[in-house]
């Protein structure tokens, strides 16, 4: 059992912290956040997030768990320190370190015993860690030595607890053979493949790898506006393709394009870290691009169906970036939505827990509605913009019987095209003939 601290308590600090609690370690979360230590103290989670809240209340019970906003109560006694603060994007689409600058601060101004191990879980530019080093030395009050690890994480939301138990893999960047094996032997009980490296590359591996899968989704997402004009069905190509295995089936589902936290903010970082040694990722640029697009392509099948949106009654299904969150940032939903204000259309949407985001980036400019059937309810037209188990298992006829006359633009490749054409209903779906 490793004295464990976690500075940040948003995704990924949380649930690294109580998955490391479930292990067996004694692990402290910090936030600067007191309003947020204090429900967390209390069992109750920040984020939407399946599993969480039973894991942090039974690790707040077995005394394996704890939070605090005072990193003097913690820092001093830990043998290991992960660092798991937002990195935002800045303007330029760079990270913005000033989080993980303050982190680093605070843990060498409160560092005491020796070798503590820092863990830099955040997502950071190439040579962060070098940077995190030099900032933890300037603080501190003594000659302490300590070591600064780089171990990326890897988790999607909506299924971070069974990604960390279960992932498939560990990359821990270290010049230091120690501490590698340290970090390695506090999630040995995981027993997950482990990775060892240098620092810049696992920097590196962590960008690579977001990046390499937003340019699948954009390649799929190409693929599929051309299978549109070729009369080929995208979810038989991206099968065909997949059954390569050199190629695989994961990340080739064709929709409105790739939205959350991490693929929009790490492309466009990485694209800034290119060119920060003159390196132009022309690529990657691209499927940035191709990725913006991507929600304007269904909205433009509604203009050529309808000619005008102005007054259109629209129901939006889904809101968030993906199922099982209730996460919006850079969700397909929003540009969506914007487009349609913009054209005129009067919006009402539904998502099962993310109405209440919705409302602080639209406020009283679109309708919230309490169910599906109360969005669509004599609608003119819909849009499924996240396939919630719910939205993708609705049977047609809701549709029939709530809209004026069923229109659907889905976003998400719900519903086979024989299934509407026998609900004669207008379906235009992404990637298949219309
Ligand atoms: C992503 C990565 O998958 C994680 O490995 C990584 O740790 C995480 O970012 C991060 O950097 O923190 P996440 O953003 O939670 O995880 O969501 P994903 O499940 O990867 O989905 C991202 C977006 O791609 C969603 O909008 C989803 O709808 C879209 N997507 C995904 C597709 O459009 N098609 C697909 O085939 C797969």
Same mark, same amino acid.
Request: proline share 0%; hydrophobic share 45%.
């Given at each position: 059992m490793s004295r464990v601290t976690v500075m940040g308590t948003g995704y990924v600090g949380l649930i690294t912290g109580v998955c490391l609690a479930e292990i067996g370690h004694s692990v402290t979360c910090i936030d600067i956040a007191p309003e947020k230590i204090e429900q967390l103290r209390r069992g109750i989670s920040p984020i939407f997030e399946p599993g969480l809240t039973d894991l942090i209340e039974e690790n707040l019970r077995s005394g394996n768990l704890w939070f605090t906003n005072k990193p003097e109560e913690a820092i001093p006694q830990s043998e290991f320190i992960f660092i798991a603060v937002g990195t935002p994007q800045r303007e330029d689409g760079s990270a913005d370190l000033t989080y993980i600058q303050q982190a680093a601060k605070t843990i060498g101004a409160h560092l005491s015993i020796l070798n503590t191990v820092i863990v830099t879980k955040s997502t950071v530019p190439v040579g962060t860690n070098g940077k995190i080093e030099e900032w933890i030395k300037d603080s501190l009050h003594a000659t302490i030595p300590f070591d600064v690890v780089s171990n990326p994480e890897f988790l999607r939301e909506g299924s971070a607890i069974q990604d960390t138990f279960q992932a498939d893999r560990i990359v821990i960047g270290s010049e230091n053979e120690e501490s590698a094996q340290r970090v390695a032997a506090l999630y040995e009980p995981m027993n997950i493949p482990i990775f060892n490296t240098n620092r810049e /590359? #696992?920097?590196? %591996? =962590?960008? #690579? /790898?977001? @990046?390499?899968? #937003?340019?699948? %989704?954009?390649? %799929?997402?190409? &693929? #599929?506006?051309? !299978?549109? =004009?070729?009369? @080929?069905? &995208? !979810?038989?190509v991206a099968y065909g393709m997949g059954l390569d295995h050199r190629i695989g089936t994961a990340f080739l589902k064709a929709g409105l394009g790739y939205g959350g936290s991490c693929f929009p903010k790490d492309t466009n970082a990485l694209v800034q870290i290119a060119g920060g040694?003159?390196?132009?990722?022309?690529?990657?640029? !691209?499927v940035i691009k191709v990725n913006q697009q991507q929600p304007l392509k269904l909205l433009n099948k509604a203009v050529q169906h309808f000619g005008s949106l102005q007054g259109k009654e629209t129901a939006i299904l889904g809101l968030a970036f993906k199922p099982n969150t209730d996460d919006m940032r850079e969700a397909a939903s929003i540009t969506l939505i914007e487009h349609l204000l913009a054209a005129g259309a009067k919006v009402r949407a539904y998502d099962p827990i993310a109405a209440g985001h919705a409302q602080k980036i639209f406020g009283d400019r679109i309708e919230y509605s309490g169910s599906i059937e109360e969005c669509l309810h004599q609608a003119d037209m819909a849009f499924i913009a996240t396939e919630w188990e719910e939205i993708k298992l609705l049977p047609l006829s809701i549709y029939q019987k709530q809209m004026k006359h069923p229109v659907i633009f889905d976003g998400r490749n719900c519903y086979s095209l024989a299934e509407a054409e026998r609900h004669q209903i207008d379906y235009y779906s992404i990637g298949r003939k219309t």
């Open positions: /590359s #696992a920097e590196l %591996i =962590k960008y #690579a /790898s977001n @990046a390499f899968l #937003a340019t699948k %989704i954009s390649f %799929i997402n190409e &693929i #599929a506006n051309l !299978s549109e =004009k070729l009369g @080929a069905d &995208i !979810s038989d040694v003159d390196h132009r990722f022309e690529l990657l640029e !691209s």
